[in-house]
């Protein structure tokens, strides 16, 4: 049963009114005195039953704090431990080329921890090689991969030729450039994620190489992961998909990562072969016009900027999981909930999507088409 599908729980009751009641009981029971609503014992047992009251919501919420379902922060951090530990924060990647101003007759070497930084970040964002790397005799080019010096998504997102200034200079490098957009940067994994990996640690015990299974190990790569997919077409043949947050495609180097996790010699059975790939990537367009309320004509900036957001809001959710269907409705139901009265969708139309693709919006135009009657 998933965590939330379980029925809310209390361990002590906390509604007042109810506490009270006991009070009167109990006290009408040990004095033999029958108590009337004006009498002033009444006003003393209310005040006790609020006191009670506030002692047992504490109580609850402290009991409750232990169960997985309620458990945050550090408490949720002793759940995990010691065999699920939450994931820490990750620098960002990418593929950075050293280009030398003429071929050389000895190798250059470009040192572990050369940095290279955006234009114009001006030294608040940094990247630096991981490794040191040779370029050979006569070769004027060498690819090297490079990590932000601080964790975290404020590395991502730069994209390629950008990550173009060369920090700590070096003889006869001309040039840096970023070949990949910088992926992979991912903050401390939360609560909500965390506690789900928590609820499928079970599954890592199998040898059996289960779905479930493999999807656990696969999020436990990078906490810029928030879906997986595992699917086998063929026997003995697995293909993991992963996707980073906010429906970022996985890199190269978190490929890498996840392949690496997957294939452990205590993870991956002996007769399957796992390989890791990027989801396939269906596109589609946002084309849509909405109408407000005429009675709603002087909050009309205001939803106008709500219903920006909606259509925001609707394409990072239909990208944010793999196998999400591309489903109009959803859309339309965002937009009506921002304040519209009345919504026109040209584009997306409902797409079946698969658990090796995701949906990608290419162009967003949502057009306010004025203010119409009721």
């Known amino acids: 049963m998933a965590l939330v599908e379980l029925p809310d729980i209390k361990f002590v009751e906390d509604d007042v009114n109810k506490v009270f009641e006991e009070l009167v009981t109990v006290f009408q029971g040990m004095t033999g005195r029958i108590l009337n609503r004006a009498d002033p014992e009444m006003l003393v047992l209310r005040a006790f039953a ?13 009991a409750k704090g232990e169960l997985l379902r309620y458990a945050k922060g550090v408490i949720l951090d002793y759940l995990g431990d010691p065999e699920t530990p939450r994931l820490q924060a990750e620098p960002s990647l990418t593929t950075e080329r050293f280009t030398l101003s003429i071929p050389l007759v000895t190798p ?13 970040a001006e030294g608040s964002i940094l990247f630096a090689t991981k490794n040191a790397v040779t370029i050979p005799a006569g070769v004027t080019q060498i690819d090297v991969l490079v990590e932000c010096t601080v964790s975290g998504v404020i590395g991502n997102g730069f994209l390629p030729g950008q990550v173009n200034t060369l920090i700590d200079p070096l003889p006869f490098v001309a040039s840096v450039t970023n070949l990949t957009t910088t992926t992979g940067g991912a903050d401390t994994e939360d609560d909500d994620s965390y506690r789900e990996r928590i609820r499928m640690a079970p599954e890592s015990f199998s040898t059996a190489g289960p779905e479930q299974g ?3 190990w696969a999020k436990t790569a990078s906490a810029a992961i928030v879906d997986v997919a595992a699917v086998s077409e063929a026997p003995g043949e697995v293909t993991i998909i992963p996707l980073l947050e906010g429906g970022v495609m996985p890199t190269q180097p978190v490929l890498d990562a996840v392949a690496g996790k997957v294939n452990g010699r205590r993870i991956r059975p002996l007769t399957d072969k796992v390989t890791v790939q990027a989801p396939t990537v269906v596109p589609y367009n946002i084309e849509l016009t909405y109408y407000i309320s005429s009675d709603r004509a002087a909050e009309s900036l205001v939803i106008q900027e709500a219903v920006k957001k ?34 026109n969708v040209v584009s997306p139309v409902y797409t079946p999507i698969t658990d090796l693709q995701v949906a990608q919006d290419v162009t967003i135009n949502a057009t306010f088409g004025g203010l119409a009657d009721d």
């Not at 609020?50 to 002692?55: A, E, H, I, P, T």
């Not at 250059?108 to 114009?120: D, S, W, Y």
């Not at 959710?317 to 489903?327: A, E, F, M, T």
Request: proline share 3%.
């Open 310 to 343: 909606a259509v925001d809001s609707y394409a990072l959710w239909q990208k944010s999981k793999l196998g999400r269907h591309i489903n109009q409705s959803e859309l339309i139901g965002r937009v009506m909930n921002a304040g519209a009265l009345r919504v």
């Open 108 to 120: 250059q070497i470009i040192p572990a921890g050369t940095r290279v930084a955006p234009e114009g």
């Open 50 to 62: 609020l006191l009670f009251v506030q002692q047992r919501v504490l109580i609850n919420q402290v």
């Open 214 to 216: 493999y999807i656990y």
